[in-house]
C-alpha cells in the first residue's frame, strides 16, 4: 500500500473530526464532506496495490474491482447527504440568522430549573412551550439580496 | 419463491415513485401508500410462512452472481417476524396519519418518504452483505431526515440538524468499519465472513468488532451514545415519531443481533453486559426526570434498548430467543404509547404533564389504550412484556447473570413509576376547568369525534395484546429463530452458493 495515500486518509480524518468538533453547521458539513473523502480513500485503498486498472490487467494483474464499485455507491450517498445538509443549513439561517447547532430546549429548561432550585431562588422558569434560553438572535439584513432575503 | 424476496422493498420503492407522480392528489397518495404497504405485508407473511415450512432461508441473487461479489437477499426467520411486525405497525400508523387529517400528512412528501422509510426497513432486514446493510441504513435514514423536517419548523429544524449530523457521523464510521472489514477479510457476504474472521489475528477480530458496535451501538441509542434521541424524536409530530420510536432503533438492534451472533459469537461479552445493565439504568432514570410525555416515552425507548442487548448478552439460545421476542413485542407497544400521545396532544393541544390533568374522567376508552401498553412495557403478567422479560430473566439465571437480574427488575419497576407518572398527571386529577368547553363538545368524547386514531391505536395495542396472547407459539418460533442464529455455519449452509 502507498504510504502517501494513506497518510493522506489520516489528514482528511482529522481535519474532518477537528471541523465537526465546532457549533457552526458550515464547518460541520465541511468536517463531514472531508471526512466522507477520507472514508472513500480508505475504501479505495482495501482493493490492494495502485496502478493495474480494475478491468483490464496490467501485467496480466487485476485490481480489485469490488471496492470501487463500493466507493461510487458510497460517493452518490454523500453527494445527497452532503445537498441535505446544506438545504438544512440553509433554512435554519433563514429561521434564525445564524447556522449554530442549538442545545435542546427542554435540556436547557430543566438545566435552568435545577440551576434554580439549588440557589432556592423561588421564581422557576415555567415550564411555557415558548421559552427560549435566551433572546432570538438578530435577523440578518433584509435587504433581498441574501439567501435569507424575501424571495420577491 | 427467491423472486418475491426483493418485492418486499421494491413495492414500496414503486410507490415511491408513484407517489410523486401523483403529487397533486392526495387520495391518490394515500390509495397508494395503504395498497403497497399492504402487498409487501402479503409479500412478507407468504415468504415466513415458506421459510417456516420448509425450515430453510429464502435467497434471492440479484443478477444471479455469487454471494462474494454479487447482491444477495437473505430472507430467514429473523427477516420475516421483524418483517411481518413491521410492516403491521408501519400500515396502522399510516391510517392513523391520514385520521389525524392535519399536520404532516398535508405536505405531498408525506407519503413518498413513508414508503421510502418502509423499503429501507425492509432492505435492511433481508440484506446479506455488509455494504448493503449500510446502502438500506442510508435509505431510510434518508427518508426519515425528510420526514423529521417536513415542515421545516424552527424546533423541527434545530433537532433535525442533531439527528442528521449524528447519523452522518454514523454512517461514516459503518462505511469505514465495511472497508476495514473487506480489507482484513477480503469479503462482505454476510455468509463468507464468520469463517474469514475466525482467521483473523483476535486483536483485529476485536477492532473490527468494535468499530461496528459503534456504528450499530449509534443507530441503536445504547448507553454512552443515546444522547441525540432524546432531543430530536420528541419535536417530530405524533405519527412520524411513533413510527421512529417503534422501528428506527430497532434496526440498529437487528444489525447487532446479526454482527453479534454470526460474525462475533461469544466475543466480549462482558462489554455489552456492561452497556446494557448502564442502558436499562440510565434510560429509566432519565425518563423519570422528565416532565413530557413524548419525552419520558423517548427516553423508555433507550432503556427498552438494554433489555434488548441484555438477551444478547446473556448469549446461548434462550438470550438470543429472548431478545427477538422483545423486539417483537416491543415495536407495536411503544408505537402504540406514542400514538396514545399523539391523541392527548390532537386534544389538548400540548403534552406537558402539568398541563393535562382527568383524561380519564373524559375518555376512558382513552386511558385504557394508555393502560394496555404501559403496563405491558412495565412487564405486568397478562402482557406481552412480561413473557419477553420472564424470558429475558430465566436466560441470565440460567447463565449466572445476577447483575443483570437486578437490574431487569429494577428497571422494571422504575418503569412502572415513571408510567405512574404519566398517569398520575394526564390521566387521573379533576377535570380541567381550563379546558375551553368547544374544544371538546361531548364529555368523554375524545375519541368519538377522532374515530380513525382512536381505532387505529385501538388495533395497534390489540396486536400488542396478540403477541401475548400468542406468546406460546410465537415464543417456540423465536427459539427457532436463536437456534439459526447461534448455530455456527447455519446461516452459510443456508445461503450456499446456486
Known sequence: ?152 | MSRLVPLTFALPLLGVALSLIAVRHRRVQRIINLACLTASLAVSVVLLVAVERDDHAVVARIGGWTSDIGITYVFDRLSGLLLVIAFTTMLIVLVFAVGQGAGDERSPSYHPSYLALAAGIAAAFSSGDLFHLFVAFEVLLMASYVLLTLHGEEGQVRSGTTYVIINSVESLLLLSAVGLVYAATGTLSLADLPAALAELDPGLRTGLQLLLLLAFGLKAAVFPLFFWLPDSYPTAPSPVSAVFAGLLTKVGVYALIRTQTLLFPDQHRLLLVVVAALTMLIGVLGAIAQGDVKRILSFHIVSQIGYMVMGLAVGGVAGVAATVFYLIHHIPTKTSLFLVEGIIEDSEGTGTLDRLSGLARRSGPLALLFAVPALSLAGLPPFSGFVGKLGLITAAVDRGQWVLVGVALLVSLLTLVSMAKIWLGAFWGRVDGATPPDRDPTTGGILRTRPTMGSATALLVGVSLAVAIAAGPLFALCQRTAEDLTTPGRYAEQVGEP
Open chain 1, 1 to 152: 500500500m502507498n504510504l502517501a495515500l494513506v497518510a493522506l486518509i489520516g489528514v482528511l480524518f482529522a481535519t474532518g473530526t477537528y471541523l465537526m468538533m465546532h457549533r457552526t453547521l458550515t464547518r460541520i458539513i465541511l468536517g463531514v464532506g472531508v471526512m466522507g473523502n477520507g472514508v472513500n480513500l480508505l475504501i479505495i485503498a482495501t482493493g490492494g496495490p495502485p496502478g493495474s486498472p480494475p478491468v483490464i490487467g496490467e501485467l496480466g494483474t487485476f485490481a480489485d474491482p469490488v471496492p470501487q464499485a463500493l466507493v461510487l455507491t458510497a460517493i452518490v450517498i454523500g453527494f445527497a447527504l452532503q445537498a441535505f445538509l446544506l438545504s438544512l443549513a440553509w433554512r435554519n439561517w433563514t429561521l434564525d440568522g445564524n447556522d449554530e447547532v442549538e442545545d435542546d430546549l427542554s435540556d436547557r429548561l430543566m438545566a435552568r430549573r435545577d440551576a434554580a432550585e439549588s440557589e432556592a431562588v423561588p421564581e422557576v422558569a415555567p415550564p411555557d412551550d415558548d421559552v427560549a434560553g435566551e433572546a432570538p438572535p438578530p435577523m440578518p439584513p433584509d435587504d433581498g439580496t441574501g439567501p435569507g432575503g424575501p424571495a420577491s
